[in-house]
Structure formats: C-alpha cells, structure tokens
C-alpha cells in the first residue's frame, strides 16, 4: 500500500541524482516544540553523565565517553555547552517513539528498498545562540565504514527543530558529491583533518543551503558532503539526524540490534 510517506518517483528521482531530498513542514509547530522539550531533557540528562565518563580532547574539542554514548562539547577545553549526543534516543522515551515515526521511516524504507529496517546511529546536533561551531565539509561514510558492510545503505534523515537560516548555520550540501563513494580526507596535520573532504575532491560551487522551517526534513545519502556554518545569530539552531540500515543489523555504538516497529 503507498501512503503519503512513501517518497514520489519525482522524490525518488532527485534523492538518487542530488544526493538528498526536502520535506518541508513535516512536522506540525506543537510537535516540534514538544521534541525540544525532549531534547533538552536529554541534554541535560548527558550533561549530568559526563561528569562521570572518559574524557578525551581532539583538535581543541572536549569530548567525553560512558559507556557507547559520546558527548562533544564546542571548542575550548573546558565548555560546558554540549555540541553533539550521539546516540541519543536511549537518553529519553519521546525520542526513542520519535525513531519509528512512519514520516521518517516510510521514505527510509524507500530508500532502502526493504521494508525492514533497523538503527543504525542518531545525534542530537546543537548550535546554540552566538556560540554554535560550524562543521567543515566532510562525508559521513568515512566514519562508518570500518564499521559496516552496508556503508551505501545507511540512509539519514535530518529533523530541523528550529527555522535554519544561513545566518544560524543551516545544514549545507554539495549537490550529487554522493556519487563517487568514500572521497580522500584532507591532510592538514590536525586529528580529525582526514574526516574533512579534500577540497580538490569536489567542486564547492554545487553547493545548496538548506533554509528550512522547523519541522521540515532532509534526506540525505551517507556518501554526500555536507556541512555548516557557525550560529551568529541569538536564536537555537538544533536538529536530531537519525540513520538507519537495513533489518536485523547492529548499531553503530552498542552493537545492539535496533529493529525499527513498522507502525
Ligand atoms: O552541524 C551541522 O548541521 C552538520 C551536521 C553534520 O554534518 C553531521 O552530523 O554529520
């Protein structure tokens, strides 16, 4: 049965040629902010765990490990202001629910061709006001391909929670870069430099800001580059990126099989 989650062909179409697809104002305004307030549970429930996890700092980023959670913090060594949560659903129930909504997993099953499917990762991305950092050009198939068989398989969604705007670093991408698969790292001498794409590797001037509403999502290809700028602005720019993989497979963090209910 297709139903108005299923992708279009035109859908189809472009997310195969682009690399990504938008799905503008999924979400109703009351959803949303009923998910911030999940979300902020979950960052303060991380903030608390920290204190108590393996702290590590890369390129002048603190991050800290308990257990299979990560936590990032903006640069400086000693920010409090979380970044990154990854994963994140087991942190609170409404997020865990918010996983196996049919709005991001029909197009998802799409995508994948299967109609099971499991998790693979989800981060909780935070830019909040004036100090949220950017996030350089890069791929994500490069993180996760020692770690999976089925690297062109792990399709993510983004959920903007707040209005993205260029000014508060919306999510960028380098239209159809998902096409020559894992692309080189730069060689800049810093620890995380080869995560960033060598620049020489794509052409810059393909590139798509994407200024969508809250509540609005993008689906987008693990091979494509993507990235973001700095928030300038006094206004949050939070997301909640989630991707997926095909059924009965481990996630990427606690190896745990996280099939997803079809509902
Ligand atoms: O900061 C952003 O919006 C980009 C997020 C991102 O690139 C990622 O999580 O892989």
């Known amino acids: 049965m297709i139903t108005e989650n299923n992708l279009t062909s035109s859908e189809q179409l472009s997310y195969h040629k682009d690399g990504y697809v938008v799905r503008k104002n999924i979400f109703s305004k009351t959803e949303v902010i009923e998910i911030n307030v999940a979300l902020e549970r979950a960052v303060s429930k991380a903030l608390l765990l920290s204190k108590t996890g393996d702290v590590y700092h890369l390129d002048g980023k603190r991050f800290v490990d308990l257990d299979y959670l990560t936590v990032q ?142 509540g609005s999502l993008v689906f987008f290809n693990p091979h494509i580059i993507h990235g973001s700028e700095p928030n300038l602005t006094n206004t949050q720019r939070r997301a909640y990126i989630i991707t997926y993989q095909p059924g009965g497979l481990p996630t990427l963090k606690s190896g745990e099989v996280k099939n997803i209910k079809i509902r």
């Open 73 to 214: 913090f903006e640069p400086g060594r000693d920010s409090e202001t979380i970044r990154v949560i990854e994963p994140a659903h087991q942190l609170d129930k409404d997020l865990k629910e918010l996983i196996a909504d049919p709005r991001l997993v029909g197009p998802i099953q799409d995508i994948i061709g299967m109609k099971s499917i499991s998790l693979w990762t989800d981060k909780l991305n935070l830019k909040r006001p004036k100090e949220g950092s950017g996030f350089g050009w890069h791929q994500d198939s490069p993180y996760w391909v020692h770690n999976s068989e089925n690297v062109d398989l792990l399709p993510n969604v983004y959920l903007s929670l707040d209005d993205a705007t260029l000014e508060n670093g919306c999510f960028k991408v380098i239209r159809g870069s998902h096409k020559k698969g894992c692309l080189p790292g730069t060689d800049d001498g810093t620890q995380l430099g080869g995560f960033y794409t060598d620049p020489k590797a794509f052409d810059e001037t393909s590139e798509v800001s994407l200024e969508i509403s809250a």
